[in-house]
């Protein structure tokens, strides 16, 4: 969504703002930004700008939480499955599939609803398909993210 100067960056951070909730980003998702330096280092400062005006704060997946792993795992199952034609599985982001361990974690920890951005359909629907598998997907919602956010700057 670019940084602060960004349209859609500044739609996001208004929505956000008016809204009672915690924008976390797992600890795993902002160092796969950060391995390359020339390539990542404006998406590290947005995050980092993100954190600094308190809208934004990092998170860590804890294996440790019953059934985060299982989660993980049939959120990588089934992207792979819906994926098959498009990408091979060394191409499927490890930190992808981190996403849905990460959001059944908080809701394992009391969160009444939580919300999972992705930047693809696909991704979209193997987290909510992952999610429903342990029974919670009614408490999780996944949003592709840039439809997301075309509707707040329209």
Same mark, same amino acid.
């Given at each position: ?9 500044? @739609? ?19 160092? /796969? ?29 804890? *294996? ?22 498009d990408v091979? /599985? ?11 361990? *990460? @959001?059944?974690?908080?809701? @394992? ?7 999972? *951005?992705v930047s693809?359909?696909?991704? /979209? ?30």
């Amino acid at each position: 969504m670019g940084g602060p100067s960004n349209e859609k960056y500044q @739609a996001f951070e208004r929505f956000v703002r008016k809204q009672p909730i915690t924008v976390t980003v797992p600890e795993s998702v902002a160092e /796969e930004l950060g391995e390359s330096l020339g390539g990542y280092e404006y998406q590290r400062d947005c995050l980092r700008g993100a954190q600094d005006s308190g809208w934004l704060e990092p998170g860590h997946i804890d *294996f440790s939480v019953p059934r985060v792993p299982e989660v993980v795992d049939k959120r990588r199952a089934r992207m792979e499955v819906l994926s098959a034609d498009d990408v091979t /599985e060394d191409e499927i982001e490890e930190t992808d599939t981190i996403l849905a361990g *990460f @959001a059944y974690q908080y809701v @394992a920890e009391g969160a009444s609803h939580v919300s999972v *951005f992705v930047s693809d359909q696909i991704a /979209e629907r193997a987290i909510r398909d992952a999610l429903s598998a342990v029974g919670i997907g009614d408490r999780v919602s996944a949003v592709e993210g840039r439809n997301f956010l075309h509707e707040l700057i329209d």
